[in-house]
């Protein structure tokens, strides 16, 4: 909730118990009357009776449901940041604890957005809230229809990023897209990521799906040492965005 807070996300009313004390609560409060959100002190049983999974740490919310954005804006954002595009694609990851997880990387890489499927796929639910740690707040989530054709769209799309700073100027005739399997043909550390970059991430248990593969400009492999075949989704996805993330850096 603090994180909410902090981020701006519009809360329409908050419930604190009556004779709570704890530091993070106090944080929380004065946070609110900073923003002048409307919070009032209540009985314990108002707040566990209205709690919708019984559990809680003597505060509740009545928030707006965290919105996604479109595709458009995205490609702003990366403008906006001067950068080259850093997106991560989903395509089908149903396990809240992955999808948070994942979301927590991208904030921590630098990712500029998230691109997820409307239809069996998780979608930004209270469960994927607390498994990214805060980080839902600050990364911007696209839902589309259909993945593979919003990668042949994003494949296409013009990059045109001045740096003030440095007065430079990044032309290109789209976005590099870069699909995780563990049959992929080149190893992830040897992909250059610096340039506008997507990368996808399959399912849990089935992977990138064929067509979805079949839209991606390269697919890398994890290589492993162990008798497990392959990471879980969230893990993979972790070692890439740091992996770009660390060429990125170095390219400042």
């Not at 001067?82 to 990851?93: H, R």
């Not at 239809?119 to 589309?144: F, K």
């Not at 990368?199 to 593969?213: A, H, K, T, Y």
Request: glycine residues 8%; contains cysteine; proline residues 4%.
């Amino acid at each position: 909730m603090l994180e909410a807070l902090k981020a701006g996300r519009p809360i329409n009313k908050i419930l604190v118990e009556n004779n709570v004390r704890h530091s993070v609560i106090a944080e929380i409060v004065n946070q609110a009357k900073q923003q002048g959100v409307l919070f009032e002190f209540v009985n314990p049983e108002i707040i566990a009776k209205v709690s919708p999974i019984g559990l809680n740490q003597g505060v509740i919310a009545y928030v707006a449901a965290k919105e996604y954005v479109s595709i458009e804006d995205l490609y702003r954002i990366s403008e906006e940041k001067a950068e080259p595009p850093f997106y991560v694609i989903l395509d089908g990851i149903e396990d809240p604890q992955n999808f948070g997880a994942i979301l927590r990387t991208a904030e921590a890489t630098g990712v500029h957005g998230v691109i997820i499927r409307e239809r069996r796929e998780v979608g930004l639910t209270a469960a994927v809230a607390r498994a990214s740690a805060g980080a839902i707040e600050y990364v911007p989530v696209a839902r589309v229809t259909n993945i593979a054709q919003t990668i042949e769209e994003i494949k296409g799309q013009k990059s045109d990023i001045k740096n003030a700073g440095q007065n430079l100027k990044i032309a290109n005739s789209g976005i590099w897209v870069t699909g995780i399997d563990m049959s992929g043909d080149t190893d992830y550390q040897k992909v250059d990521y610096r340039s506008p970059t997507a990368i996808v991430v399959g399912g849990e248990g089935q992977g990138l799906s064929p067509l979805v593969r079949k839209r991606c400009d390269r697919v890398v492999r994890i290589p492993m040492k162990g008798k497990i075949s392959s990471l879980n989704a969230s893990v993979a996805a972790a070692l890439v965005m740091y992996e770009a993330f660390r060429q990125r850096q170095n390219n400042q």
